[in-house]
Structures are given as C-alpha cells and as structure tokens.
C-alpha cells in the first residue's frame, strides 16, 4: 500500500508502560488510510480498534498497527483536514448494510496476515482474488477497501417479466376499485382485475404478485381514500410544529398545553339530588415536567371563560404564565378576550394542526390518567354506558351518581395537586413536583416574568355580555344575564341612566363588575344565597329541573 502524502511533522502519541499491558493516549486527530478516515476507539497491549467515517469499526493487531505505521500506509492528520473521500465513494459505502462491512473488515483482515505470511483461515485463492479486486479499486476509485464490498444484494434476474399492459391494467383496477370510499377487500379487487384480462384477453398476474404490487400501492394517500383522511391518521408520518426546538421545551413554563376534555363521571344536583350531566375539566400542563399548572371544573362545554379561568388559577398559584401554550383550532382559543390576555402578558399562543392529536399527546395522555386512577375509582363512573346493551339498573351510572359538583370540586384538584403530582412519571423516571423543583433551579426564578394576582387580573380574565354593557339604575342597579346586582356606590353616580361596561364571574353567578364613574365596582346579585358559587350552566340546570314540574302540572 503505497502513501503519497508529505511528512508534515506529525507524530503518534509515544507508547506508555504503566503496567505489564501498553496503553496509547487516544489522539483526537484522526488517521488517513486507504483512502478514508479513522478514529481510534481502543488501544489494548494486543490490539488496536479504529472506526472509519461509515462503517464498522476494524480491530488490528498492534504489531500490524505498528507495521502499517511504519510504512507510511497510515498517518496521523489534523483534526480540520477534509475528508479524501469522494462523494462517488461515500455513497457506495452509505448503500452498503453493515454486514456488508462486516464482511470487508474481515477480507481485510485475512489480507494483511497473508502479506506478513502469517496463516489466514481463508483459502489462498480467495486472498488472492480479494487483492486483485483492492488493487483494482484502488486504481480506479482511489479507495480499495470497496473492491473488498461483496455484491450479494445485486445477484439475481431483475427484468420485469410482467406484460406491460397487464400491469398498466391492475394499476388502473387498483386505481378505480381499492382507492375508494367503498374499501373493497383486495380479494374482490383481485377477481375484477382477472375478469378485465379475460376480457382483454392478457394474462393476469398472480396473486401472490397481486398482492405484492398492492402493498406498495397502499400509501397514506390511498388509505385516506378508502376510509377516510382520519382513520388514515395513524399511518401518517409523524409531524412536530417546530423539529428544531425542543419538543417539551428545555424549562418549566417555557410550553404549556392547554385543552379540556368530558370526564367519564355524572354529578347530581346539589338541591335536589338528581343527576344533571357529566362536568368538563380544562386542564394547563407544562410539558416539561408534565406537572399540571391549572385545572377548573364545570358543566359548560368548552368556552374562553373555561380558558380564562384556567389561566387565572395558574396565576393564582404561581404567579406567572407560561412563555408559550399550545392549543388546538377550537373556537374558545380564538376569542378576543383570550388573544388579548395572552398579548398583555407576554404569552405565543401556538395552534396545532388541525386533527392530529399526537402533537399534543402530553395532554391527551393525562385525561386518560386521570380517567384510568380517578374518575375509574368513584360512584357514578360511566364505564358501564360503554356497552349499553350489557348495562342493568344496579350499574346504571345516573342511579349510583353521587358526587355534586361542589364536592367533586374539590376532590377532583386534590388529585391533580397532590397524588397525580407526587407519583413517578414513566417519561421522567421521577414526579412531575421533582422534575418542576429541577428546572426552576436550573433555569432560575425569572422574576421579570411574576404576575401578581391583584384585583386587576381577575378583572381581566373574566368575560363581558352579548353586548358588554348593563344599563344603570340608580336605585335597583344593573342587569346582567338575566339577575339584578348591587353595589352601594352606585347611588348618585354620574352614569346613572347610561349603559356601563360590565364583567361577570362565569362561575360564579353571585359577582359581577361595572365600571362606573371611572373605576371598577364589585357588585353582588340580589340571590346571593341562590347563585353563590353556581356558574352559568349549573344554575340553568337548576333552573330546568325547577321548571319541569310546572311544565307537566301544565299539561295536567
């Protein structure tokens, strides 16, 4: 193996005795042989392991080390030298599977004990025939070791033996019978195409071909067209919003998911006792350390005030909002008084796209936790209703509802704070606290980033009316959905007779805020008692259940 290079100085670390065994300090240059680079790996008292630019690492002998290094067949380069590989080259080698590398580290191998004479366990004519193909390649494309590459994957007779129209013919069978709506079984696809070839008269292809030609044939596009851009979801190649940045972020509060879900439990009246309708939680994760930021309960379905109470009770308890919050395209997260809020503080809303749910799997795998741990072990569980045909009155989930949503309250945060905070997360290998408690101390406190929960940010998360203003009354006050309200300041005011604006608590019917006379004035229904820690929808259920027997004594 001849070297064409000049000696530019360069040396191998010397060798150290510190034992019987000889150990070489590992360069961090690499060494030029063949054409390519290696890297040292291992050095032992008998053997030397080097690993090239693509492929599997080659183990020589020392004494062959030390030979070929004396030849100036193999030299130490700087760390910054380019590759001498071609392009031409590298391809070859980056087509070629590692046990095809396997097998030329081997033939190299048996080649250089034959040149020193040693005894190979190859046959003398193989080592032979190997170096003629070394040489060969050498010459040609500057690099032997691909004279050394065996051909097996190449061997065999590749011409198509098919009839080009009988193939255009099951191309276009497949084309007008498999990628439709009706999703006919490939069997039936099959007998069509043989009935067109008769007709035709061409010979059909086999069925074992058939099937092969239709494997390739079943994309994502065609699986779409069969049964449906959803149900061809789970073949789709996954996607990311951003590969560059880390998935979950690099610190707490950096991205945060925010969606609800239906939980699987009915809840009852806390008047009459009898069961209403399974509530809605709106949940805010962090996807760094999974631990969840917020989480509200009610019986409206999917909202901006669900949203805005969600954001108010991260805040209220611990001060901040997340950098980022990815959501879906629901309309709630496109409302004015949510992109608002977000904007005031600082918050990038990112969207997901629409109808992949794996992009916010960190979410979605917490609402079947919690549905699996929580909801699965309490009265009025609605596992039974999944297979309604089986369900009897003794399972009957609105008979053995018990939970109001008042207590349900306040069980379903002791969960998510406590218990779901504290266990071992299998992605984190550690609790969503530890993890939390990790990155604040690695990422810092951030105290730019601190919201105070004072009166002005409840003020900003709660929602305004149809309209947004409420007509004053000097004596009786304002109007809002349907419910006087109060408050002491009112009499006198120079608004009196003009419409103010006006925000209510969503949750909380017994509150609402006017601005009157330049300032915000909390204001109190005339049903406090009634309405006191009701939201909208609850106290429409009550007001239902209320109306029902009126409406049948009606009818009587």
Known sequence: MENHHEDDGRRFPRVVSTSPALHFSLPSAPLAWNGRL???????????????????????????????????????????????MTPAVRQILLHASPRVHRVANARMIQMLAYARG??????????????????????????????????VAARGNRTERIEPASLQLLETALQAHYAAPQSKSATAV????????????????????????????????????????????????????????????????????????????????????KPLDRPYATFLTDAYSRRILACYLTYDPPSYRSVMMALRICVQHHQRLPQECLVDRDPEFGSVYFETLLTWYGVTKKERPPAQPRVGSVVERLFGTTTTQ??????????????????????????????????????????????????????????PREAFAQGMALAGMRLHRLIPYSEEFPILTCPTTRTGHAKLDASRGIVVNGLRYWNPLMRGASDTGRPVPVRYEPFNMGLVYAFVDGQWLTCTADTFLLVQGRSEREWELILSEWREPCLIQRDD
């Open 38 to 84: 290696w890297w040292m790996e291992r050095v032992e008292e008998k053997e030397v392991q080097l690993r090239p630019e693509i492929g599997e690492s080659l183990v020589l002998t020392l004494a062959e080390f030390e030979r070929l290094k004396g030849e100036s067949a193999l030299w130490m380069v700087g760390a910054a030298t380019p590759s001498p």
């Open 190 to 273: 099959y007998r069509l195409y043989r009935e067109q070839c008769a007709k035709q008269g061409l010979p059909p292809v086999s069925e074992r071909t058939f099937y092969r030609v239709r494997a390739q044939f079943a994309t994502n596009e065609v699986e779409a067209k069969r049964r449906g851009r959803r149900a061809a979801y789970t073949s789709q190649p996954f996607s990311w919003i951003d590969q560059t940045a880390p998935r979950h972020g690099e610190r707490p509060f950096a991205l945060a998911h925010l969606d609800h879900t239906k939980l699987d439990i009915i809840l009852v009246s806390s008047l009459t006792g």
């Open 374 to 431: 929580f909801l699965h072990q309490l009265l009025g569980n609605t596992q039974a209703s999944r297979h309604p045909r089986q369900m009897t009155r003794e399972i009957d989930p609105r008979r053995l509802a018990v939970w109001t949503l008042e207590r349900f309250s306040a069980r379903l945060p002791e969960y998510v704070y406590e218990v779901y905070d504290q266990l071992d997360h299998p992605a984190l290998s550690q609790s």
């Open 118 to 151: 040693e005894p190979t366990t190859a046959s003398r004519r193989s080592v032979q025939r190997w170096w003629r193909a070394y040489q060969q390649a050498k010459v040609e494309r500057e690099c032997g070791f691909l004279g050394l590459l065996d051909r």
